[in-house]
T-cell receptor, first 115, second 113 residues
């Protein structure tokens, strides 16, 4: 597609439920990132994929969070036993590579609300 | 640990004014710096990317400068318009983890008609 696509755009779930957030990166981009943005703050890094593997998952807040990218394209962020504190906008970005010329392109985000 | 600060947190100006948004970072070892625009409830739109070897980039009414040694970047918006109202975020790509962007908290800009 022309840009990074995220679905759903909004998700409301009850505390304790399981949710999946999907990201479809720009075609040909090997790098994919997930960020989380709380109200009034800048995005914070969660996880980075280079191809199919998670090269860095140091930003995931705890073991309730998990992400996959099985074919090196679409990625899914999975949150188990959701808590109200998980409410935020989850942003996905993709880029061609790394280094000085790397420009990241972001999707529209998924607004997750845990009630 | 790299930290990015944006001042001011919010800014309100009348239409037509030229304005400057500031971004500072604590570690000068970066690959690049990127300015983004975020409209309410939306994702991030990339405005300008400045590589570490560059001092400025221009796109239309926008001009971004980078002074890596002092850890500063500015985004200059000429002849502001109400349509420029949004939150502006800067982010650096550190050399010690070149895949990861470190963001500031943003400057919320309102351009009054």
């Amino acid at each position: 597609g022309a840009g990074v696509s995220q679905t759903p755009s909004n998700k409301v779930t009850e505390k304790g439920k399981y949710v999946e957030l999907r990201c479809d990166p720009i075609s040909g981009h090997t790098a994919l990132y997930w960020y989380r943005q709380s109200l009034g703050q800048g995005p914070e890094f969660l996880i980075y994929f280079q191809g199919t593997g998670a090269a860095d998952d140091s930003g995931l807040p705890n073991d309730r969070f998990f992400a996959v990218r099985p074919e090196g394209s679409v990625s899914t962020l999975k949150i188990q036993r959701t808590e109200r504190g998980d409410s935020a906008v989850y942003l996905c970005a993709s880029s061609l590579g790394r280094g000085e010329n790397t420009e990241a392109f972001f999707g529209q985000g998924t607004r997750l609300t845990v009630v | 640990k790299q930290e990015v600060t944006q001042i001011p947190a919010a800014l309100s100006v009348p239409e037509g004014e030229n304005l400057v948004l500031n971004c500072s970072f604590t570690d000068s070892a970066i690959y690049n710096l990127q300015w983004f625009r975020q409209d309410p409830g939306k994702g991030l739109t990339s405005l300008l990317l400045i590589q570490s070897s560059q001092r400025e980039q221009t796109s239309g009414r926008l001009n971004a400068s980078l002074d890596k040694s002092s850890g500063r970047s500015t985004l200059y918006i000429a002849a502001s318009q109400p349509g420029d109202s949004a939150t502006y975020l800067c982010a650096v790509r550190p050399m010690d983890s070149s895949y990861k962007l470190i963001f500031g908290s943003g400057t919320r800009l309102l351009v009054r008609p």
